[in-house]
């Protein structure tokens, strides 16, 4: 999939996931703007910083980024929190903490974007979560805040498709990352075992699923939920 000449967003490219979203992106030829609130940002033509739980903050990222070149094609949003925490033990302002995070920094970004595409057109994707319509423990605001994610996308692609902008989601399953198999090994055992293809998601199986996404040949997918686990959902459960 080719997207030379277009310019894309990643939010959150300093994490595993969106480092390789930003990095499938430019492999695809897009101009990518990878936005980080600290950390290192590998591989992006421009580095924008801010906290995107202020939405003045998610306004200015994509004003800069769609001033970078004149224009902005996608927007990927990665940016998020997966704190975990016995449902028992959450306080509100744990659960403010992930659903700003999770869930008002998406509606925020993708409402400026939406004024910056809306003569142009454009694609706008979340990273969910398949916990958000299959539960885990210690991640109750975790999960609902992915949920809110699907079905936010969905609302975002009713009320903007009339201006050519489509709006969907990802929802992996687990993706690997350094220390993971030493640190949670019976976790990674169970999940290659009910996964029918074996293994663990990497960052490029992400960002391969949101290139789709914005490229011309997904021209007619919007408000879609696109699961990337290794078929873990089809594995039963009884």
Avoid at 78 to 107: H, I, K, S
Avoid at 185 to 200: D, F, I, N, S
Wanted: with cysteine; glycine share 14%; hydrophobic share 45%.
């Amino acid at each position: 999939m080719d997207l030379t000449g277009t310019v894309a967003l990643v939010t959150g490219a300093s994490g595993g996931i969106g480092a390789g979203v930003a990095r499938r992106f430019a492999r695809a030829g897009a101009a990518v703007v990878g936005h980080a609130f600290r950390g290192e940002v590998e591989g992006a033509g421009l580095v924008v910083r801010g906290d995107l739980t202020d939405e003045g903050e998610c306004s200015r990222v994509v004003r800069e980024a769609a001033a970078w070149r004149g224009r902005l094609d996608a927007v990927v949003n990665c940016a998020g929190v997966q704190p975990v925490r016995d449902l028992a033990e959450l306080t509100a302002a744990d659960w403010r903490e992930v659903v700003d995070a999770n869930v008002l920094a998406a509606f925020s970004c993708t409402r400026a974007a939406a004024e910056v595409m809306r003569s142009t057109g454009g694609s706008v994707t979340h990273i969910a979560s398949i916990e958000g319509s299959r539960p885990a423990h210690g991640h109750a605001h975790y999960s609902a805040s992915k949920a809110a994610l699907i079905m936010f996308a969905r609302s975002a692609a009713l009320e903007y498709g009339r201006h050519g902008i489509r709006v969907n989601t990802v929802s992996p399953g687990l993706v690997d990352r350094p220390g993971l198999a030493e640190a949670w090994p019976e976790g990674v055992a169970r999940w290659r075992a009910a996964a029918p293809l074996g293994r663990l998601g990497t960052p490029d199986d992400v960002g391969d699923a949101c290139v789709f996404l914005a490229s011309p040949v997904a021209s007619w997918i919007t408000g879609h939920d696109l699961v990337v686990d290794g078929g873990v959902g089809a594995h039963p459960t009884w």
